[in-house]
């Protein structure tokens, strides 16, 4: 079907969306980072059954002074030179937010390490780039943590499986590259030289010949959080397979992989009994955003693979929002496979889900969408899923060797699309350097072809992704409704009152601002005390938990699940300022509450 030029399906993808955070709660609740019930029963079942002398692994969250999300807005005002435009200052932006980062970890989590180290935690890790410590401690010192003021919440240090590595019945070579339209930038020149793909998987076979080239090296191109391997290694298979089909050669004969002169690095987040725990996970995520630990050098990938999920059908899980956000702050783009629970709607996973990554279901050689590919929409913000298709049903690729020879597999899974796409990226950051993340992402959907439902839909979402069409519109920007934003940022080009930069209109289910977003916050009331030294406030929005609402310059709300609201009960700003704003992921409103009676 024709390529598909004009669509509204930058909504998710344009360069202004803002940040998603975990509802932020004071005192320090039993809450898991989505703020599940089950997180609170979990933890509280862990605590009942430990013995003193017992450890239990938790993660502490506390709030942060920094948000990723704060220097992409100055950035979009002009405050800060685009990071986009050229290398060095892409390199100026990572280096400006890891230090942004790492110094609010610092503030942030000083009362939690000063517990951790009283308590005699163990394995006590910073996770700076999420606002939070990982750490082994007694009972006693979590109910410590938990009176800790400072402490947002305390969750246990979740344990996910390993996806599995599933064969498939050999297919006509290299059909999946053609069905991504990838010859067309290969007949160019452009193979993903000078582009870097990072991977966080069960591992990889650096020693197989098609990928063997490919590896960065050093010591800034490999990480293991459990130290079990110090060099390379995948002893599953499934790392091997997904990197295979991102940057891998033609040394067997047939070529395998999109981006074959991209190099790759990898995090192997699955330990050798195929287990991660979340807080690897999140070290593995800040070990991709300054891999040598030495933010004065750029050594960051332009993408990341995520060819895994942490179960659940159909809920919004999002432990690793925070990451995403600052990766993709950092001009990183973020894509996962959309999961293999397939095929009714409603089958999605985290944290494929969640709001700003590009989630990739599969399609066969015949166009139709795979039979296992997880459907939509996206619980968490009500989006369509997946983001885009690519194959994924029968595809040849690279496996780990067998006796010491390199060995070859066909496979099957939305694990196998998801680096397809990231080595599509990779091809159209190395040919238009001057594109952003954001911007490659949002070409890759709005060119996509459109092979099911018309428009976007939640089998295959915005389409079959078509790397030459993408990098037409990349290296040639269109502006159709002549607003000055071109149709890489402009989420409706066909409207000049829709652009990243539009004043925002409430609850009209249009996202004039191009932030992702309709702004939905409606404050119910707002009241201060008679003496004008007490504020209490009460909102809600279409986003529910996930609004992250704060009265700027004064704090957080606290999100109430029974009552499906946020409230705002404290001290009143300075002065009892007649109007005040509220501040949340989908945009800001301003509110005048009742005067002080001053009586």
Known sequence: MAVRRHSNALRAFAIGVALVLTASLSPAVFAGPAGAANSMVELQSALDAALPADEIAVIVSYQPNFRPARYRKAVENGEIESAAVQSDARHTRRRQIIRALRNSAAQGSAPI???????????????????????HGTRELIWRLLAEPRVLEVHLDGVFSAPLATTALPAAPGWNITALGVPALWSQGFLGEGALIASLDTGVDATHPDLAGSFRGGTNSWYDPYGQHAVPHDSDGHGTQVMGLAVGGSAGGTAIG??????????????????????????????????????????????????????????????????????????IAVVYSAGNFGPNAATSVSPANNSRVTSVGSVDQNNLVSYFSSRGPSPCDGTVFPKVVAPGDGVHTSDIALLGTAQYVD?????????????????????????????????????????????????????????????????????????????????????????????????????????GYDQTIDVKYAVYSHDGTKLKLRATSFMRANAALEIIGTGPLTWRPARRDWLYDGAAPEGAPSLITIKGVEGEVIVRPRPPSRR
């Open 113 to 135: 390490i000063e517990l951790a180290r009283a308590g005699a935690a163990s394995e006590v890790h910073h996770l700076w780039l999420g606002n939070a410590v990982a750490l």
């Open 258 to 331: 999109v981006a074959p002169s991209a190099k790759w690095i990898a995090a192997k987040i699955f330990d050798n009994l195929h287990n991660a725990t979340e807080s690897a996970i999140h070290l593995a995520y800040q070990w991709v955003m300054d891999p040598d630990g030495n933010p004065n050098t750029d050594d960051a990938p332009d993408v990341v693979i995520n060819s895994w999920d942490i179960a659940g059908e159909n809920s919004c899980k999002s432990q690793f929002q925070a990451d995403i956000d600052a990766l993709r702050a950092a001009d």
């Open 411 to 515: 496979v099957s899974g939305t694990s196998f699309s998801a680096p397809e796409v990231a080595g599509v990226m990779a091809l159209l950051r190395a040919a238009v350097p001057a594109a952003s993340a954001a911007e490659t992402e949002a070409a890759v959907a709005v060119t996509a072809r459109d092979i099911d439902a018309p428009g976007p839909d939640n089998n295959t979402g915005y389409g079959l992704v078509d790397a030459g069409a993408a990098y037409a519109l990349l290296s040639h920007p269109i502006d159709d409704d002549h607003d000055g934003y071109s149709i890489s940022t402009d989420c409706n080009d066909h409207d000049a009152s829709v652009h990243p930069h539009a004043p925002e209109i409430g609850r009209d289910g249009i996202d004039q601002d191009c932030n």
